[in-house]
C-alpha cells in the first residue's frame, strides 16, 4: 500500500527507485513506447518533402473592376504593385500560391499578410478598398511613458531656450531704453 501511495505521490522517473525494482511492465512499455517513435522517426526522414497541398477553394472570377493581376493589387492598395512580376499576370497564379512559395521569392511578412488577407476577401465576395499603413500615436502603446518622458523633456528644454532669448532681447532693450533716456535727459536740462 505504501509503494502505491508513494507512486502516486512521487513523479515517476527513470531515475527513481521504484522505477526498476518494483515495477518491471512501466520498463516494457517504455521501451515499446520509443522503439515505435523510433520507427515512426525513422518512416518519415527518407520522405523529408511533404505533398503539395492544391487549393481546395474556388478560383473567382475576374470581375469588370478587376480584369487581371495588376488591376487587384493597384486596387488593394499599399504599392502591391511592385510584387506584379511574382504572378506573371496570371489569375489562377494569384489565387493558388501560397504563403511559403511568397516568403520564398523575397515578399515581407506584411506584404504577403495583406495580399493573403485581400486574396481571401475578394473569394469571400467583399468589395476590395485599402487600407493605409497606421502610424503610431505617441511612439505606440508600450513606449507611451518613455515617449511622454522624453517629450516633456524636450519641451521644458525649448521654453528655457525661449525664455533666455527673451531675456537677452528684453535686456537689450531695456538697456537701450536707459540710454535713450540719460541721452535725453541731458539735452533736456543742457548738461550734454
Known amino acids: 500500500m505504501s509503494s502505491i501511495l508513494r507512486l502516486t505521490l512521487e513523479p515517476l522517473t527513470r531515475s527513481s527507485p521504484i522505477f526498476f525494482t518494483q515495477q518491471p511492465f512501466l520498463l516494457r512499455q517504455f521501451s515499446s513506447c520509443s522503439n515505435k517513435f523510433q520507427e515512426v522517426q525513422?518512416?518519415?526522414?527518407?520522405?523529408?518533402?511533404?505533398p503539395q497541398i492544391l487549393s481546395t477553394k474556388p478560383i473567382p472570377q475576374p470581375t469588370k473592376e478587376?480584369?487581371?493581376?495588376?488591376?487587384?493589387?493597384?486596387?488593394?492598395?499599399?504599392?502591391?504593385?511592385?510584387?506584379?512580376?511574382?504572378?506573371?499576370?496570371?489569375?489562377?497564379?494569384?489565387f493558388t500560391i501560397s504563403s511559403k512559395k511568397l516568403r520564398d521569392s523575397g515578399v515581407d511578412c506584411q506584404?504577403?499578410?495583406?495580399?493573403?488577407?485581400?486574396?481571401?476577401?475578394?473569394?469571400?465576395?467583399?468589395?476590395?478598398?485599402?487600407?493605409?499603413?497606421?502610424?503610431?500615436?505617441?511612439?505606440?502603446?508600450?513606449?507611451?511613458?518613455?515617449?511622454?518622458?522624453?517629450?516633456?523633456?524636450?519641451?521644458?528644454?525649448?521654453?528655457?531656450?525661449?525664455?533666455?532669448?527673451?531675456?537677452?532681447?528684453?535686456?537689450?532693450?531695456?538697456?537701450?531704453?536707459?540710454?535713450?533716456?540719460?541721452?535725453h535727459y541731458k539735452k533736456e536740462n543742457g548738461l550734454a
Open 42 to 50: 525513422a518512416q518519415a526522414e527518407p520522405s523529408q518533402q511533404q
Open 66 to 94: 478587376i480584369p487581371d493581376v495588376n488591376a487587384f493589387l493597384s486596387k488593394i492598395g499599399r504599392d502591391m504593385t511592385e510584387h506584379a512580376d511574382l504572378f506573371e499576370n496570371s489569375w489562377e497564379k494569384l
Open 111 to 183: 506584404a504577403r499578410k495583406y495580399i493573403l488577407y485581400w486574396r481571401d476577401q475578394f473569394v469571400k465576395g467583399q468589395p476590395l478598398k485599402k487600407y493605409h499603413k497606421l502610424v503610431k500615436k505617441n511612439g505606440g502603446e508600450r513606449n507611451l511613458r518613455a515617449y511622454s518622458a522624453e517629450k516633456l523633456i524636450k519641451d521644458r528644454i525649448a521654453l528655457a531656450q525661449l525664455q533666455k532669448a527673451y531675456r537677452k532681447t528684453a535686456g537689450q532693450s531695456k538697456h537701450q531704453e536707459r540710454l535713450w533716456n540719460t541721452l
